[in-house]
């Protein structure tokens, strides 16, 4: 197969599949597939959906709108800092270009429900018996299904940028806890109280629906039968989900883009907010043992990060950006044969361990305290007395649109898969406005346009 051929395979999109259309020049289709991403709706609703703090915190904190913006933008370092380190390697004919590793991270997130993991926990909750629910799932499902761009393909991207965005290679079904205690749990009746309801044991395997089987098998069609075997093999686990073990040389580096991004610019959040202090700092990172053997900067770090100057936080946060993306480079894995799976974007060891560290710090003192998880149990609440009600009246309380189709759904989980569809594309703001117009006395009117 030569170049051109070989090239015609990854920039189909799903519609020139179905209907046998020829595929478009490679720098047209990624530069439209990143359009397409920026222009959906789902793109534009991420502006009001919590990446760490409230949405009415400050007008300074992410949202999951500029978290993604942000992960592009390392992304497009990554792939250039590759270029620039990779005269006369051979993953250089298989690295993306900025277009598509730009559309590969700005979509990454578009799956993701209002309030965040406490939303995905919720909506997973309630659909435990029917497929599920999963944010890298529902993105997928964004991509191919919901999207406004094809009647019935969704945003349709090509077909390498949807591989790049597929984190997790693996059924829902396949992956879900086998193990008794979980299966008990599925078999309890639902919760009638969500206020006593406890959130740990419904975290979703990481997976895609059972319903976007046909869109991940053509996917994966280019590659062979063994290197497909191998990619979507499993980590089985006794005492939980089922994990799985590979991704795609795109994936890695948009992954990597997101760890950066979550440990590094969530790290600026917090300082800017002083919800974490100097001396913390300096106790559970500079004094960390890790650190101290695999050290990146030393106290000239600290002193700009936790100054009263936000330039000179700025710049401190620009150098540890700098430090991971400068140090990328790539590696093989030598089990299977098509690049696209073979290439792996890495981290050198001392990167890796501060990386993880920094994203370690991040989640103990920011995440997981309190006040945030507070908000997150509020979020839930709202999200499963939503998806109660809705269920509960459909002809009364879903828009037209929706009913449409709840009505022409053929089983009783198509119809909870449209529900969940509809409240995990809501903002948090839309989520607690329509939560306040069903459920508070003084709230709502007929003249409420939501």
Not at 345 to 364: G, H, I, N, T, W
Not at 397 to 421: F, G, H, V
Request: hydrophobic share 40%.
């Amino acid at each position: 197969m030569n170049a051109i051929e070989q090239e015609a395979i990854w920039t189909q999109k799903y519609t020139e599949f179905l209907n046998q259309y020829p595929a478009r020049p490679a720098r047209i289709v990624y530069q439209r597939d990143r359009a397409r991403v920026i222009h959906s709706a789902s793109f534009r609703r991420l502006q009001s959906k919590t990446q760490i703090f409230g949405l009415n915190e400050s007008d300074f904190f992410r949202t999951r709108l500029t978290h993604s913006m942000e992960v592009a933008q390392i992304g497009s370092g990554i792939v250039e800092q590759l270029i620039t380190d990779g005269e006369g390697q051979a993953y250089m004919d298989w690295l993306p270009s900025f277009y598509l590793i730009e559309a590969i991270c700005l979509a990454h997130d578009l799956g993701h429900p209002p309030f965040g993991h406490g939303g995905e926990v919720a909506l997973n909750y309630m659909m435990r018996n029917d497929g599920g629910f999963e944010g890298n799932a529902q993105t997928l499902r964004i991509l191919t299904k919901l999207g406004e761009y094809t009647q019935d393909n969704g945003i349709d991207l090509s077909r390498r940028a949807t591989l790049g965005v597929l984190k997790y290679p693996a059924i829902y079904d396949q992956v879900v806890a086998k193990n008794a205690a979980y299966q008990q749990q599925l078999a309890e009746p639902e919760v009638s109280n969500f206020k006593t309801w406890n959130m740990q044991a419904w975290y979703p395997p990481k997976s895609i629906y059972a319903e976007e089987t046909a869109e991940f098998d053509w996917v994966l069609a280019p590659f062979s039968q063994a290197d497909r075997q191998t990619f979507t093999q499993l980590i089985p686990s006794d005492s939980g989900h089922a994990k799985t073990a590979h991704k795609a040389f795109d994936t890695t580096i948009m992954e990597l883009a997101d760890d950066i991004a979550y440990g590094i610019h969530d790290l600026e959040d917090a300082v800017a907010m002083k919800m974490v202090t100097r001396d913390l700092w300096q106790a559970q990172v500079m004094e960390d043992p890790l650190f101290k053997q695999h050290a990146l900067w030393d106290e000239v770090m600290t002193e700009r990060l936790f100054s009263s100057s936000s330039k000179s936080r700025k710049h401190a946060v620009s150098k540890m950006v700098g430090l991971m993306v400068e140090h990328v480079y790539v590696k093989q894995n030598e089990t299977f044969n098509h690049p696209l799976l073979r290439f792996q974007a890495c981290l050198p060891e001392s990167q890796s361990v501060v990386l993880d560290l920094l994203k370690r710090f991040v989640y103990q003192n920011v995440i997981s305290i309190p006040e945030v998880k507070g908000m997150e149990y509020k979020g839930q609440l709202i999200v499963m007395e939503l998806f109660k009600a809705l269920e509960a009246n459909t002809d009364r309380l879903l828009p037209s649109n929706t009913l449409q189709k709840i009505n022409k759904a053929q089983s009783a989980r198509e119809r909870k898969r449209i529900i969940c569809d509809y409240i995990a594309g809501m903002t948090n703001t839309y989520a607690s406005r329509l939560y306040e117009k069903f459920f508070m006395p003084r709230s709502g009117s007929i003249f409420d346009r939501l």
